[in-house]
């Protein structure tokens, strides 16, 4: 280890998290960290957790797990709360979302009986060190309050430069917005690689079947807008039209979601795209995908409770306020004026894990590797 | 640009291409390149054509094309000659293949009634400055002869340590093997995306059906056992299962490929994977390519030929003999013996890109970009 | 043959076949017919034409084609008209609609540019012997000249009670409404094959994507209305909800129609269904359905121009005004007052071959045949 | 009722069930019917129990459910019994074959447990009044005790000429062979409905996977031949390649089945069928069934339980030996020798139903219907 790494504050005590609503998204990630943390199940498709990072050359087999890698708040240390319009308890909440089975439920129900949602106003005694995810309301509160946020929704109450600007002085660490699971998130799989490999697209048709309420809201075109802004720009983001006039110049893409009741939380997603190669032959891609929100979003959440803190204690990486390494979590990720947004999923990984290998002063991977033939 | 890039010898003259059989890969690519130099057509899915590169830092936008930005050689100096075991000239080989339509045959007929095969031996007048594709017998004789070969197919022959030795000592670039189209070329785009999100694996089940020559060949279950080493190496290699057991220990991964005349050569590969995430609540994703091998190995060719002369013409790119940055093509890559091949279709494309930046002198690129934020 | 045939008059000389607009299904089958009679293609998918009728019991034999049972008129015999709102001759027309390849379009193109529309009026020199495909405005008129018609569109202006009663009274042959093709003719083969085995149906999930004018026009919401309801009520007549409420009480059909121009006129058709067994354990079915909207619906008007002409001819039918045996070709069959329309493809198919079997005295086939086992 | 029903004996006291292998299927049939009987689910799948039969016109309304039509032995008084080569109660066994999932095996847990398999040979004690399904090697001594029986696997034992001529003398209703479950099912339901249409096969390629024991046995080619020959045979039959040389002469029809153990017991069927349309362009239809055996083969031992016992109380259908009014349910259906098997299921279903139609004395329905419009 050649360089120096960041100054990072030590964690200590208690990490609050402040949820906002106790919908299915909230629920699966709080019953699931308290059934990790009896150990009844793992806490997969989380990066801090479950991932590992590279350090050196291939050969010197140094891959350390990314939180043995980062001081990172332990598990064990998270609080929970929220607030929500209704009185429901968390148990109550989570057998009404229907996402997790009794057999996962069940055996840590007196746990999520204790947490009782606070009215839907923002409250001062969690302040000390807390991470609210998707404060809708109380954003600016949160800001004043130095206390660390992501944005989880589309919606735009949260990023007017202005505020962004505060974030900074203030060195709070902000990000956002629009967890990427599904869909999206397979889009920014798959586009990369069209690009990777110079294939030509003429549409991308991307339909959606799903029976919460998310897609009983969504169904209606009008409400759909802004959602279906943030769905739509990731292709123009990844594809660069404007770089590659005669590849994706004048791609069709829709998006359209449908309220679906005989699936309940369980989502699909059908993607048709019409792509051409060589000479101009066309080609098709057809991708069903049975997948769940809610447990495609618990892992996020996790993880930015646990980047945003650590953000929080290195002062080189708070007083930048936005945090764009973690781009990799969302559908429209924030970035700092005259950027343009990365939404390609390898770049943006690329992206988080150098940012780690600085933090602590490895050298980045640039993936050259001449030396090994040398 | 403050590095100094590395020394290229000029391109000078014609560039030999010897192509080993008159198949429907070499047809595809001799009469493809054709048509795009008479601007019939235009070299959808070439990096080296369509590409781009950036340099520097995002708000420079300095994106110059592939070609523009190393010295190739120009599509009008390529030459075309190759051998087989029947005499039918590049016209009555490309219509047997059925892969072009007459549209784009007819108008250049004249060109390719030109291009007669060889007796199916290899042949010294074209050593001087050649590049063979996939030299089956004479790979030895390439080698003394130090002409650069790229092998497409999965047979074994060419990849002795001996022989890859040699290439070095020839200063010979060499590289290989199977070109990596259709369902292994989605395989290697959407693993990394799961790991990326580190999603555990169930099972992956691949079945392809084809009505060419290959599909006949490989539905035999002895025949296929090269090619299935081939395919089902990929995601060993990208998920890394000893890294993430929890994730990747025990997938059930199978490959069939499956004679179905009616499509010709048009493919259809259909994959189900069974994928798991928070707490291990299963989801499925089902991905059905209608797609056509000769059209994605076409500008694979054309690519290798390109940047095999390059590398002749880098003398310190053509002394390391195997060309590891070129893995992004094939579904085997060689590699330098004690490391591991680099599958990741993401890691490839970053691999090549840098050493692109490395030969020219220019910054590598890591993603970190906290700059914008200072 | 023990029972006695009706009588039939005569088929004689040219059978006139008016087409109301020179779009995508008028100018594929005209096309085809003419293709077909210089014996160049085949008329694939009509059942006058390939058909066969099977006649007393299994082991006797006797399968003739349906144009040699019944005395259709010849596809010698077809004389084409039509009108339009726009000057195009059928070959210019022909081309624009983008269905029929060159190679089928370019033999026949004397024959196609000497067919050119009439003004968007109603034509008398027709009047004879003539069949109008869809009569959108001339409805009346064509009554009134004893024109029989069928409707080939779901707008509703020709099939009043009054109109109906009518057609009785004149003895003038009509069926309708809306061409089985696509999709509704998908789920009117499986929703029976799920009756047959009492499998419970939680959802039915329809989306299209096409691209030509129809696609257009059927992406807006209100102009879908009328389509939707000859595509939603399919699956309630045919599944019973009424007599099976368990397995069909409250199932949730959805149609989506989007216009997606990458396919021309070609459409894809995607249904995802939710189905319940023994228990109520769910299963899902998904069909993928590439389909050409023209080429289903080309030899429908063949057939119905044929069957009317036949009906005409045959007194005992032609005084019945609905020709109920039809119902096969359409969404929303026409039907007597009082009966409930039927839209099991397989019983609409044994309506119709029984009906053949009525109309020349042959036995009705029951398929009982108890009769082999003693 | 104008004409006479034949004659058929009271059904009295109980019914004895014999399984020959306490494998998914019979678990899942008797842990079903033992949960129907306490009303705590429903007998989805069973034609017997959920299914309805018009009689008369459409205009009477007479739909009695199939069980109160004819005189069935009710579910209370069906006992089970069975043999294995395994000591496992019906409860264990149920619990190792993982269909049920503990809400349905939990409450019924005693009465599964009291199903304990008899060594696998044939046993004398239940033969006064006992269906056998499936008997492999006991078949001729069902014969001789005179035990209805249904082959439900497709091995050849008991279909012998000889013994099915037995079948006939000995007054023993018998029909076979191998259930008609999943892809299967779907072919019959889907060929037909080409064939109505006249639409041609270039080609069905079908794909299984599946993680049970079948699965492991059946991957292994030599093992699936028996079972290939019943699957590939459907087609055949139903398409008439004979009857429509243009449309089916010479369609590729190849079968695979594929372990898969990440699914267990569920399946999952992938089809692609090349069809063709109006002269001969071409379309695809892609299926994608998610199914499960065991619960698709239940309601069919069901259903075969009863009516075999129906039919041996009918002295003029006991006679006939064979059931043929029983294809309905089989891959392979038993039919007179010089007949050909009927593989349609709608044509199985009408003479099914036409059957139980002729045994009451109703009219059979051939949906003529020509007297609605007099």
């Given amino acids: ?31 699931g960290v308290e059934a990790i943390r009896r150990q009844l199940a793992l806490p997969i498709g989380s990066l801090t957790q479950m991932g ?37 308890d968390a148990y109550e909440a989570a057998v009404k979302a229907g996402v997790l089975e009794a057999r996962h439920l069940d055996p840590i129900q007196d746990f999520l009986k204790g947490i009782k949602p606070m009215p839907a106003v923002f409250e001062q005694r969690f302040v000390k060190n807390l991470k609210g995810e998707n404060i809708k309301r109380g954003a600016y509160a949160a800001l004043k309050s130095r206390v660390p946020y992501a944005n989880g929704a589309p919606n735009l109450t949260v990023d007017t430069p202005a505020l962004l ?14 967890f990427k699971t599904g869909q999206t998130l397979l889009k920014t799989i798959i586009a990369p690689g069209l690009k990777a490999r110079q294939l030509g697209l003429h549409g991308w048709f991307s339909t959606n079947i799903l029976g919460n ?6 169904d209606d075109p009008e409400s759909f807008r802004t959602k279906e802004e943030s769905k739509l720009s990731v292709l123009e983001y990844i594809l660069q039209p404007e770089l590659y ?9 829709k998006v359209r979601i449908n309220y679906y009741p ?38 996020i959440v996790l993880d930015l409770v646990l980047f945003l803190d650590l953000a929080q204690r290195a002062p080189e990486m708070a007083r930048r306020g936005i945090q764009e390494w973690l781009s990799f979590y969302f559908k429209s990720p924030m970035h700092a004026p005259g950027l343009y947004p990365e939404h ?9 894990k150098n940012t780690l290998r600085h933090l602590r002063g490895e050298e ?5 590797g001449l030396e090994y033939y040398d």
Same sequence: chains 1, 2, 3, 4.
């Avoid at 309420?213 to 969504?218: A, I, K, M, N, T």
């Avoid at 999923?345 to 992206?351: G, N, P, S, V």
Wanted: aromatic share 10%.
């Fill in 1 to 31: 280890m050649a360089k120096k790494g960041m100054k990072i504050a030590e964690s200590k005590g208690r990490l609050g998290v402040l949820m906002p609503g106790m919908g299915a998204v909230a629920t699966t990630f709080i019953a």
């Fill in 52 to 88: 590992t990072i590279r350090l050196g050359k291939r050969t010197e087999a140094r891959r350390p797990r990314v939180r043995d890698f980062v001081p990172l708040a332990g598990l064990e240390n998270l609080e929970f709360g929220g607030w929500d319009l209704f009185h429901d």
């Fill in 165 to 178: 600007e505060l974030a900074g002085k203030l060195r709070v660490p902000v990000c956002g917005k629009d």
């Fill in 213 to 218: 309420r998310d897609g009983e809201v969504l």
């Fill in 245 to 253: 006039p005669e590849l994706y110049k004048n791609f069709y893409h």
């Fill in 262 to 299: 005989p699936r309940g939380d369980n989502k699909e997603g059908w993607d048709n795209l019409d792509i051409f190669g060589w000479l101009g032959y066309p080609m098709q891609i057809k991708i069903d995908f049975l997948c769940r929100d809610s447990i495609l979003a618990a892992p």
């Fill in 344 to 352: 390609d999923l390898f770049i943006q990984l690329m992206k988080l």
């Fill in 364 to 368: 980045m991977i640039t993936h050259l």
